[in-house]
Nanobody, 123 residues
């Protein structure tokens, strides 16, 4: 079974930082692109950024550019989301998801999803 498990969510003050982790089990993620998504209360799920199996990074959302950084450690079978300068509007459940190889272009859908980790940013 292919599983992704997010961790690292917490309650933080505006301006603070968090590092989220997305750990894969049942497969090795070195052949997968991993995207980070979030869903805020009352809002649609939105794509944030993605890292391909070849470490090509794609930024999906302008509001997190320069604040959020995605990285991967294949030895740990984990993808990270470093979040700096957090804002109250970043409050959401954060999800990671996997697709084959690439973040865009010749790739499949995001078929593999974690259960999410809550990030709450207070003003």
């Amino acid at each position: 079974q292919l599983l992704l498990v997010e961790s690292g969510g917490n309650l933080v003050q505006a301006g603070g930082s968090l590092r989220l982790s997305c750990e894969a089990s049942g497969f090795t993620l070195d052949s997968y692109a991993i995207g980070w998504f979030r869903r805020a209360p009352g809002k649609e799920r939105e794509a944030l950024l993605c890292i391909s199996s070849g470490d090509v990074r794609v930024d999906y959302k302008d509001s997190v550019k320069g604040r959020f950084t995605i990285s991967r450690d294949n030895a740990k079978n984990t993808v990270y989301l470093q979040m700096n300068g957090l804002k109250p509007e970043d409050t959401a459940v954060y999800y990671c998801a996997g697709r084959e190889n690439y973040c865009s272009g010749r790739t499949g859908p995001y078929d593999y999803w974690g259960q999410g980790t809550q990030v709450t940013v207070t003003s």
